[in-house]
């Protein structure tokens, strides 16, 4: 599939948006790496995600236009960022990531190149002050992430980013995308809806989905962006607010649309990877003992997990899946 938008005859412009929410030090580094860019940014655009964010002092009258808004999260940060966009593209940093100065060189020559392509991600590599098991290097900021990328070993796996020519069948598994390195054609991002509002998590899925419901997310196979792991990346916090979300989200994947459905496989061809979902979620409820929360998250699975049986493996205790695998695998 190919973008159902009419292709601008100019060359592609583009604005960076990133939100950011009391990390004045992460984000300095984040627009640091926006500006140092061989191919300029046309705009540069920080939303400040609470009115007195500390963000807003310490990058106020520098190169980059700075945003507060009242706190309301990170979609609604996003998509003050995309009303404030005046370029044909729109790309995205999260505060506490950085992009490789040759980044949007690249993804602007692909645009030109072909351009038909609707969205674009990048490869990217994963690094630590002090690194762990998923971690690809040890670097501090962009200076020390670009020595260490000379002679890195990848580590992780990014071949789930590979989804052009299945993008919306492929997203309905779970996300395949990468924020830090996302573009996406305005016309096409604002038809889709940007960012839902008010989601805890799961938020760049939705994008994600929406977006491919019009084109097709397009790859380009090298590691442009640096991924910082640390203590205060959201993404390692766990709550039963987050599990709901995340099926609510994928509940609203199925529902109607205003916007195109492209081909896709069969509810039951996702089976597993909702029951993961479900699975986590419910162990997320019994680590906070919240019994409510707990029948939620049955109730909105019912939909997605129509077999009560894969409800009930999800409800079932690990050692209880397990000693169940083990009899399956006996009876081959």
């Known amino acids: 599939m190919t973008t159902d938008a009419p292709v601008p005859a100019d ?70 960022g995309i009303a404030a966009a005046r370029t044909s593209w729109i790309c995205f940093l999260d505060d506490d990531d950085l992009l490789h100065p040759e980044y949007l060189s690249r993804v602007a020559a692909v645009i030109e190149e072909t351009p038909e392509v609707g969205a674009v991600n990048t490869e990217y590599w994963s690094f630590a002050a002090e690194t762990g098991t998923a ?22 796996d990014l071949g ?15 996300l395949r995308g990468s924020m830090s390195t996302a573009a996406v054609r305005s016309e096409l991002l604002r038809r889709a809806g940007g960012f839902p509002v008010g989601m805890v998590t799961a938020e760049d899925w939705v994008m994600y989905v929406n977006v491919a419901r019009l084109t097709e997310w397009h790859l380009i196979p090298e590691r442009l ?26 509940r609203s994947f199925w529902e109607p649309s205003a916007l195109p459905t492209p081909p896709h496989r069969p509810l039951d061809a996702y089976r597993a990877h909702y029951r993961h979902v479900l699975t986590w979620t419910l162990l997320l409820c019994r680590l906070e ?3 409510r929360a707990y ?27 397990g000693a169940s695998g083990v009899l399956r695998r006996g009876r081959r």
């Open 225 to 250: 962006a640096f991924f910082r792991d640390h203590p205060r990346t959201a993404t390692r916090a766990g709550d039963p607010v987050k599990g709901l979300t995340t099926l609510r989200a994928i």
């Open 160 to 174: 789930y980013l590979r989804i052009e020519g299945r993008s919306f069948d492929l997203l309905l598994e779970r």
């Open 289 to 291: 003992h919240d019994g």
């Open 135 to 156: 971690d690809e290097f040890s670097a501090s900021d962009l200076d020390s992430a670009l020595v260490a990328a000379r002679t890195a070993r990848p580590l992780t």
């Open 295 to 321: 029948r939620e998250a049955l109730r909105i699975a019912r939909p997605i997990l129509p077999r009560r049986t894969d409800r009930l493996r999800a409800a079932a205790p690990e050692w209880l899946r």
């Open 11 to 80: 060359p592609p412009t583009f604005a960076l948006v990133i939100p950011t929410h009391r990390r004045p030090d992460l984000v300095q580094q984040a627009v640091q790496s926006a500006l140092r860019q061989t191919r300029p940014f046309d705009q540069v655009i920080v939303v400040a995600d609470g009115l007195d964010d500390p963000a807003v002092p310490v990058l106020g009258g520098g190169p980059v236009q700075v945003i507060p808004i009242a706190k309301a999260g990170v979609a609604a940060a996003r998509n003050a």
